[in-house]
């Protein structure tokens, strides 16, 4: 699976114009803040319409100025990570992960369901509310809460950045784990060099609006 | 309470009571659209309707009354259009809940409109990114987060509509029985001689009520919004 993006957006003060191919793995999108790594992402997740352009994952078509496509961000398959975990704070750590699957009306499987709640080692918080929770394992029922709508695609936005050192040494195994093991493209924007150097299958830097190529590290 | 308070003026408390509670109950909903539409859309036209929601609480409430009395009396558009499906609210006690109710009104909006504003919009987005269509957004995280302002709102015009007077009486007058409310009756008793002791005493009542559901909103406000917070 790849996910194939080109397009422009004019913003107050500069204009995004960027066009990359993020393959299977971890797409690494770096660059100093304001560079406008944050919209690129939501032009992404559909929160943001740009002015034209071409996003497609694997043939179907999310945004096409030609073609008049502008899929709603529900109707897109994106899983979004944020660096603010954004739990709903009314609803348990269990509700919160379902709450995908129920949007999209995927099957409840208990056994799917446990399985990335194992693998993400919240099987103890399950009852708790996010306020309970300690910033790590905010981080990682955001990471399942996305996975569990099952996404064709997933973004992370900083989502270590509000941790401290040992809390982000807690989360990185996890996404080498998705970048490993999921057969999708997932696009990590950081401005930190040595999150990037491990994680990145590919990397781009963001400057003035444009994308240049870096060397793959990984 | 029947020793100390005659019959007829238990009569006007509880015909308050049943005013106020569907005043509430009916216009919870509106209240409750208008609030979320205050609060997330950019529209022409949206300062017309926020004018609208307030205009009760700056006019005289004797022209609110007027104007309803011309519009829902039984010769006027709406009013006569009710009267032929058998429904005549000029002059009855549902008149006056829907008086009470148009002056509570913009309380009830407030309130809401705020509890919205502050639910953060990106929990919104989030949801969306996840597969939740507007809808589903807004009965599973923005209604759920604006409980507590829905809970204030709906108390402070309960209240409201206990104590509204003027339009009432210019709408449906001071029926007893029918629609004379505690403010109502409070105002027949000053009018008559040996009155005022039914008056002091729902005085005291009415002060009693309004101070009790201040409080409780407030109370039910923050409890509510702890369970909503998980703290």
Redesign the interface.
Same mark, same amino acid.
């Given at each position: 699976m790849s996910l194939s993006v080109d397009f422009k957006l004019s913003l107050p003060d500069f204009d995004l114009k960027v066009a990359f191919d993020a393959p299977t793995g971890i797409t690494a999108l770096s660059g100093h803040s304001g560079a406008g790594k944050t919209t690129l992402i939501n032009v992404l *997740?559909?929160?943001v319409t740009p002015d034209y352009g071409h996003i497609e994952t694997d043939g179907r078509v999310l945004f096409s100025s030609a073609l008049k496509v502008n899929l709603?961000?529900?109707q897109?398959?994106?899983?979004?990570i944020?660096q603010d975990a954004?739990l709903?704070?009314?609803l348990?750590v269990l509700q919160n992960l379902k709450?995908?699957r129920w949007?999209?009306r995927l099957p409840m499987n208990p056994s799917t369901i446990e399985e990335i709640v194992t693998l993400l080692g919240i099987d103890h918080v399950l009852s708790?509310?996010?306020?309970?929770l300690s910033g790590g394992e905010k981080q990682r029922v955001a990471i399942g809460? *996305?996975l569990l709508?099952e996404p064709e695609v997933i973004l992370a936005d900083e989502p270590l950045s509000s941790l401290d050192s040992d809390r982000k040494k807690e989360i990185l195994p996890y996404f080498e784990m998705l970048r490993d093991q999921m057969s999708i493209p997932i696009v990590y924007v950081s401005h930190d060099a040595d999150e990037v150097t491990r994680l990145a299958t590919t990397h781009f830097e963001l400057a003035h609006g444009k994308i240049h190529s870096q060397s793959s590290d990984s | 309470m029947t020793d100390w308070l005659s019959p007829p003026e238990i009569e006007a408390v509880l015909l308050s009571l049943k005013v106020a509670f569907w005043a509430t109950i009916v216009s919870l909903p509106f209240g409750i659209v208008v609030g979320f539409v205050l609060a997330r859309y950019e529209f022409p036209g949206k300062h017309l309707l926020n004018g609208l929601v307030h205009l009760p609480l700056i006019l005289p409430p004797v022209v609110t009354g007027f104007i309803l009395l011309k519009l829902f009396g039984t010769q006027g558009p709406i009013g006569s259009a009710l009267e032929e499906l058998g429904i005549v609210i000029a002059f009855s006690w549902s008149g006056a809940a829907l008086a009470a109710a148009i002056m509570a009104f913009p309380l009830m909006v407030r309130a809401i409109r705020l509890s919205f504003e502050a639910v953060d919009v990106r929990l919104e987005e989030t949801a969306r990114s996840l597969g939740a269509h507007r809808f589903q957004v807004f009965c599973i995280i923005s209604l759920p987060l604006a409980l507590p302002g829905v809970v204030t709102g709906s108390i402070l015009a309960f209240a409201k509509a206990i104590g509204e007077f003027g339009a009432t009486i210019t709408f449906v007058s001071n029926i007893p029985g029918e629609t004379r409310t505690l403010p109502s009756a409070v105002y027949s008793f000053m009018q008559v001689p040996g009155g005022e002791e039914s008056a002091y005493r729902l005085v005291i009542l009415a002060v009693i009520v309004s101070m009790t559901a201040l409080l409780l909103s407030e109370w039910l406000a923050k409890r509510v919004k702890t369970v909503v917070e998980g703290r």
């Open positions: *997740a559909g929160l709603k961000p529900e897109r398959h994106i899983g979004y944020f954004r709903f704070p009314h348990t709450c995908g949007f999209r708790r509310r996010p306020s309970q809460r *996305a709508s | -």
